[in-house]
């Protein structure tokens, strides 16, 4: 059997406590480390008949702010829902969750990971959802004897769940270091450490083996891990459980079917927890004492520049990105400019050019938060440009164009380049760098490589022989 085929797909389930001062919706203590059991508890969190929940603000706040951390959607809307299951650590018989109207909606990571060749690239990894929950108690299980702790009963939880984009258990890892310093350092709204169990993954993964026909492509079992906790242990168990599916490629089901799996640390082994799953019903429905939630309540674009990061942080994100550092100081001295080149960055990987862009100006206007709605677009015409397909004077006409609502793809059939204006191009690159002509003028000749460089960056796949040409008579002239 041919392995190149096979495919490893991981979504993950990422369940974030939060640390409000009090519990999501009562008035209790929502730190339980050191408490005596039972002491943090009141009617509501006890789930006694009768008693009413008060939606916690400052829970919806961090929920909020990490949804746009993680470049989702705010929907105008969202709603509480009862979850209902029956387990000891949870009084109620229901969970208070979300179900179809979360707090935030398709969003994305980019993370670090290695293509086939080994080289570094960024990958995007889509956020379905972020939404809010409340916590279930504890079961303490000790001498024959099983006991329940209510504290954690309602603490905030923040569920995140990612769209089937992982593709190795080494990116699951990386996904979700990066995303702990997001909710930890940047929106700050969560200890997140694991060892506590602030932050709980569960992670699916199957094989798909890939097929010439695809209507023959094969698809493995869904092994579910769940609650392990630390980043290392998640990479050993989905490495585990990615040998295991391929080995089985050719005992794979007919019919798609899940499994729930553990991982015992000290053997390093995988094991079976239950077998061949039916969906559970919770019957779903809106949480009839909390009223829906209007996202205009919030100040979104305050709390989307809520980010706690230092200065020194956000410049070294950028140096990072590839930014050089002139243009990167301009980015952090204006709020603005620098949301659009984050934004823009999203949809093109020319991170350099994107800035230049951003700095100089290149398309006459500033982009706006409504402008930055159409941020794929504008992320076209900087590919456009660096591809040559687009000359520099025309980038504004046809960002003009774009701002009353033309798509960028159109757009392009009508002021298609396909060839540089080398000589208009080396003009700009003089302009840009008067200084460095006056020193070559005067001399300086070994500067006629950084000119050549300058040249080559706005020109990608220009001839370089004829650039270098015309380069040679524009400064001796
Ligand atoms: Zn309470
Ligand atoms: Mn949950």
Redesign the pocket.
């Known amino acids: 059997m041919n392995n190149d085929n096979l495919k490893t797909t991981i979504g993950l389930e990422i369940h974030v406590q939060l640390k409000t001062k009090s519990?999501m919706?009562?008035?209790?203590d929502n730190n339980a480390e050191g408490k005596e059991p039972n002491t943090?508890?009141?009617?509501?969190?006890?789930g006694l008949p009768g008693a009413l929940p008060v939606m916690n603000k400052e829970a919806v706040v961090a929920t909020i702010k990490t949804g746009l951390a993680l470049n989702c959607e705010i929907p105008k809307i969202a709603k509480f829902d009862r979850k209902h299951y029956f387990y000891p650590d949870l009084p109620k018989g229901y969970q208070i969750s979300q179900y179809d109207e979360p707090f935030a909606i398709n969003g994305s990571l980019k993370i670090k990971s290695q293509n086939e060749k080994g080289e570094s690239e960024e990958k995007k990894i889509r956020i379905t959802r972020v939404h809010l929950e409340e916590d279930a108690g504890k079961l303490i299980h000790k001498n024959g004897k099983s006991m329940v702790d209510l504290n954690r009963?309602?603490t905030p939880l923040m569920e995140i769940v990612t769209e089937p984009d992982i593709t190795s258990p080494k990116q699951a890892g990386e996904f979700l270091r990066k995303l702990q310093k997001i909710v930890r350092d940047e929106v700050s709204v969560s200890e997140a450490s694991m060892e506590k169990g602030h932050l709980r993954c569960d992670a699916n993964i199957s094989i798909t083996q890939k097929s010439k026909v695809k209507s023959q492509n094969r698809m493995s079992q869904i092994i579910e891990l769940k609650n392990i906790n630390s980043f290392r242990f998640i990479e050993k168990a989905l490495a585990l459980a990615e040998e295991k599916l391929k080995k089985e490629v050719d005992r794979w089901p007919e019919k798609l079917t899940k499994e729930t799996w553990g991982y015992d640390s000290k053997k390093n082994q995988i094991y079976v927890q239950r077998q061949k799953e039916e969906a559970a019903d919770y019957r779903y429905f809106p949480e009839p004492d909390l009223p829906p939630v209007k996202s205009s309540d919030f100040d979104l674009s305050r709390l989307k520049s809520e980010r706690h990061l230092s200065e020194k942080e956000r410049l070294e994100s950028l140096i990072s990105m590839g930014i050089k550092d002139k243009d990167a100081q301009v980015l952090l001295s204006n709020s603005e400019k620098e949301l659009a080149f984050r934004k823009l960055s999203e949809f093109t990987d020319k991170n350099e050019l994107t800035a230049k862009f951003i700095v100089h100006n290149y398309f006459g206007f500033n982009l706006d938060q409504e402008e930055l709605l159409k941020s794929n677009q504008y992320a076209k015409l900087i590919d456009y440009f660096s591809e040559g397909k687009i000359t520099k004077s025309t980038v504004p006409l046809i960002a003009q164009e774009i701002k009353h609502g033309k798509q960028a793809e159109e757009l392009l059939k009508k002021y298609f380049a396909g060839e540089y204006d080398y000589e208009k191009i080396i003009e700009e690159v003089k302009l840009e760098n008067k200084e460095e002509v006056i020193s070559y003028q005067s001399g300086k000749k070994q500067l006629f490589g950084f000119f050549m460089g300058e040249a080559m960056k706005k020109m990608p796949g220009a001839n370089a022989a004829e650039v270098s040409n015309i380069l040679r008579k524009k400064l001796d002239s």
């Open positions: 519990k919706f009562c008035g209790c943090l508890i009141c009617p509501v969190c006890l009963a309602g």
